[in-house]
């Protein structure tokens, strides 16, 4: 019998007695900014819980227990501006680059001597202080043959963090931050650690300064970052969490790679001439050709986005994940929509480093959601039975990986626009490529005395739509069709179609692509096959059918293979991608 309650911890339930809410977390929640968003995810019936915040978790019957609040401390370097400024020398080589000593001295320039690892050895350097307010929070040092090193142990943020304005210009580097300063425009920040490379996999960590408030303030973000590969995924990246609509992009001169570049090129004039001639991306309304010709060179010279693999190859013979793009996932209730979409994100964070925002009412509570997912992670059972169950080296592995990975929804009131919110926010802040909404009948909806359900489908999906081209992530919506009647000449239950979806014919013309999930549940076959109805874009896939097998034990699904053995016998064996 438990002898304590969730107040005795100073756990707000809302007067709830059973099930599971989210509330503010007594930890951490009154130090925060948004102090009332509700991190604390309570569940009351097991009598336990836990901040994805501060990670403070406990139980009723066994008290405060693991991942207790960790504050991480950053170390403040040493750093005096002198008055005198730097050396000759140093302004010397700043004025080449056509940077006056008056905005080395307005951003505190500074000269000395750092270890660099690189070269095993002290070298000479021009230092860049990355400051907050009058605080110096980390330094960069550079060399004058392009050798870099941050101080380590202090704060990652934004360089020029306090030059932040409602139009704000992005750069990739501190000097062609200054360049812009030097052309009239000091609201402009460089990313602290450049460009992630064009083939990194998981770069999330790299994003991290987006959670700065300063840039709550900005109404406008100017991308003018370097035109080579690496520069290219900044600009996505960045154009992605912050919203296309939100954004402007620079186009520099030809022979021109960045801001620095145009100012020793051309002068400061010329510089200033391309930030106020920065061009809006498309986003809606009516363009002429001309204006889609940039986004058409940069695809010719470094590529369009790829699609991504399943994770199984029978399955990308007809169909991929293309960000930007929403897939309908339907079924018969039963047939494993929810497991396939699970397993199908576990592929996707595995192989290319994607995160999640999972709203799944169809998998409450929360926690044995989590469970099945470490089962598809890890390849064992969560729970005690003849088969060797997930070990506790396995469980702390998996709950780092979910921890990375995924975010679970988990609002008052789970509208459209509530999901679209947090959504947004969480692209911005933890980088989330990913939205899963599971199922479409979970969501509320008002369809309001004036609207039609019809319609009210038609203008919802837009919405989802519209979302996920602006911020290049993918939407899966699970949605549940009508009773379905076998047919006579045949005891098969019969594949759903979108058109079979309550509401509206709207499910299979906003659809970008739609996954029908269907097993013969009269047979023992763990088969399970995956129907693709439709495909919008042809580089993404195809109309078709494959055909996965299914491991009730761990939840996973296996590629099938057939062949043929050097006899001429026939045979078949499935093969499940393991977890990295």
């Known amino acids: 019998m438990l002898t304590k309650t969730f107040a005795d911890f100073g756990i707000d339930t809302k007067g709830r ?15 925060r900014k948004k ?12 009598g336990v819980w836990h901040c994805w915040h501060c990670e403070w978790a406990g139980g009723l019957g066994t008290g405060i227990q693991r991942r207790p609040e960790i504050v991480k401390a950053w170390r403040k370097p040493d750093y005096v501006a002198k008055s005198e400024g730097v050396p000759d020398g140093v302004v010397a080589w700043f004025a080449k680059r056509g940077i006056s000593a008056e905005v080395l001295r307005r951003n505190q320039i500074g000269h000395g001597s750092r270890y660099f690892p690189q070269v095993e050895d002290e070298r000479t350097c021009v230092l860049f202080p990355y400051l907050r307010g009058s605080e110096v929070v980390n330094i960069k040092a550079r060399t004058a043959d392009k050798l870099f090193r941050m101080e380590s142990g202090c704060e990652r943020v934004l360089y020029g963090l306090n030059d932040i304005g409602e139009v704000l210009v992005w750069v990739e580097g501190e000097i062609d931050k200054l360049s812009l300063d030097e052309a009239g425009y000091p609201s402009c920040v460089s990313v602290p650690d450049g460009a992630p490379a064009p083939d990194s996999k998981s770069y999330g960590s790299k994003f991290d300064f987006l959670d700065a408030p300063e840039l709550e303030r900005v109404k406008t973000h100017i991308i003018a970052v370097d035109i080579d590969a690496p520069g290219v995924r900044l600009k996505d990246e960045l154009v992605r969490r912050l919203g296309r609509e939100n954004c402007l992009i620079v186009d520099w001169p030809e022979g021109c790679k960045d801001a620095n570049e145009v100012l020793t ?8 001439e391309c930030i106020c001639n920065a061009r809006p991306l498309p986003v809606e309304g009516a ?28 399955v990308d013979e007809f169909y991929t994940v293309l960000p930007g793009e929403w897939t309908l996932v339907t079924g018969v209730p039963g047939h494993g929509k929810s497991e396939w979409l699970d397993a199908l994100t576990l592929n996707l964070a595995r192989s290319c480093g994607w995160r999640f925002a999972v709203y799944s009412a169809e998998n409450m509570p929360v926690s044995e959601h989590i469970e099945k997912l470490m089962e598809k992670i890890v390849g064992r059972p969560f729970d005690r039975g003849p088969t060797q169950r997930i070990s506790p080296t396995e469980l702390d592995m998996a709950e780092t990986f979910l921890e990375q990975h995924y975010t679970f929804l988990l609002p008052d009131s789970p509208t459209p626009e ?6 947004r926010a969480l692209v911005k802040t933890r980088g989330v490529n990913g939205i899963v909404l599971d199922p479409w009948n979970e969501i509320e909806h008002n369809y309001g005395d004036t609207t039609t359900e019809t319609k009210y489908i038609s203008e919802t999906l837009s919405k989802f739509r519209k979302f996920a081209r602006s911020h290049d992530v993918h939407v899966w919506i699970v949605a549940h069709p009508r009773m379905l009647m076998p047919r006579k000449d045949s005891d098969r239950e019969p594949i759903p179609t979108p058109y079979q979806i309550a509401g509206s014919a709207h499910w299979n013309n906003k659809a ?35 055909t996965l097998r299914y491991d009730r034990v761990t939840g996973r699904y296996h590629d099938i293979f057939t062949g ?17």
């Open 265 to 272: 090129q051309y002068g400061p004039d010329k510089l200033a």
């Open 17 to 31: 007695t059973s099930g599971e809410i989210k509330t503010t977390c007594p930890q951490c929640s009154a130090h």
């Open 418 to 423: 509530t999901l679209i919110d947090q959504c």
């Open 35 to 46: 102090r009332n968003y509700p991190c604390l995810n309570v569940n009351i019936d097991k």
């Open 564 to 580: 043929q053995d050097d006899a001429g016998r026939r045979f078949t064996y499935s093969h499940a991608t393991e977890p990295a």
């Open 287 to 314: 363009y002429s050709a001309s204006e889609f010709f940039a986004e058409v060179r940069e695809h010719y010279e470094h590529g369009r986005k790829p699609t991504i693999s399943t994770g199984w190859k029978a």
């Open 512 to 546: 970008d692509n739609i996954v029908t999930i269907w097993r013969d549940r009269a047979s023992d076959t763990q088969e399970v096959e995956v129907h693709v109805q439709k495909v919008r874009k042809k580089r993404v896939g195809r109309v078709g059918m494959a």
